[in-house]
C-alpha cells in the first residue's frame, strides 16, 4: 500500500506541471499562428503541418471533434469548430506536439523562446516535447513512476514551463490557496 500512495503522490505533483505544459503549448501554438496566419488559421492544416502528415492528420479518427470538408483537391478545410481554441484543445498531444515543432522549425524557433532569448535548437525541442509527451501519458495511465523517473520528468516539464516565461512558484501557491477553499466548501455539503 505504501508504494501505490507514494505512486500517487509523484503522479499528482507531476499531473500539475504536466497539465500546465500541455495548456502552454496549446495556448502558445494558438497565438503563434493567430499572428502569423490570422484567427482562421486552424482551417487549412496544410497551413501549419508538413506536407507529408497532412492526409494523416485529416484521417485521424482519434479527434473527434476535428471534421474537415469533402473535397476532391488535396487541400482541406476545418468545419464545426468555433474558434482555434476549440481547435487545439481538441488534439491529441502528439498532434499537437507535432505542431509546436513544425511551428518552432517554420517560425525561426520563435514558439519556444527562452527567457534569455537564445533560440532552441530543433533537436532540441523535440527532445523535450518528447519527454512531456511521455510524463503527461504517464500521468494519465497511472503508470508506476520511481523517484528517479519523477525528478527526471520534472526537472525537463519544469525547464519547458520555463521556457513558455510560466511562473510555477506562483501557480502552485495560487493552486494551494484554491484546493484549500474547495475542500473547505465541500465539508459543508
Not at 501505490?4 to 499531473?15: I, R
Not at 492544416?45 to 471533434?65: C, I, K, N, T
Not at 532569448?117 to 532540441?124: C, D, E, R, V
Request: proline share 6%; net charge positive.
Amino acid at each position: 500500500m505504501s508504494t501505490f500512495n507514494t505512486n500517487l503522490v509523484l503522479l499528482e505533483q507531476l499531473y500539475q506541471l504536466t497539465y500546465w505544459t500541455e495548456n502552454g503549448l496549446r495556448a502558445q501554438l494558438d497565438l503563434v499562428h493567430s499572428a502569423r496566419l490570422g484567427s482562421g488559421w486552424y482551417q487549412w492544416p496544410d497551413q501549419y503541418l508538413p506536407p507529408a502528415v497532412v492526409s494523416a492528420f485529416v484521417a485521424d479518427a482519434s479527434m473527434p471533434e476535428i471534421r474537415w470538408e469533402v473535397s476532391s483537391g488535396p487541400a482541406k478545410k476545418l468545419t464545426e469548430l468555433p474558434n482555434s481554441g476549440a481547435f487545439v484543445e481538441a488534439l491529441t498531444f502528439g498532434w499537437l506536439a507535432q505542431m509546436v515543432e513544425q511551428c518552432h522549425t517554420r517560425e525561426n524557433r520563435r514558439i519556444l523562446l527562452p527567457p534569455d532569448g537564445k533560440p532552441l535548437m530543433t533537436s532540441k525541442v523535440k527532445n523535450l516535447l518528447k519527454i512531456a509527451k511521455e510524463a503527461r501519458n504517464d500521468v494519465a495511465h497511472l503508470r508506476p513512476l520511481n523517484p528517479q523517473k519523477y525528478r527526471y520528468y520534472e526537472k525537463e516539464v519544469l525547464q519547458i514551463l520555463e521556457i513558455m516565461h510560466f511562473d510555477v512558484a506562483r501557480a502552485k501557491e495560487r493552486l494551494g490557496v484554491r484546493r484549500s477553499l474547495v475542500l473547505r466548501q465541500m465539508s459543508k455539503q
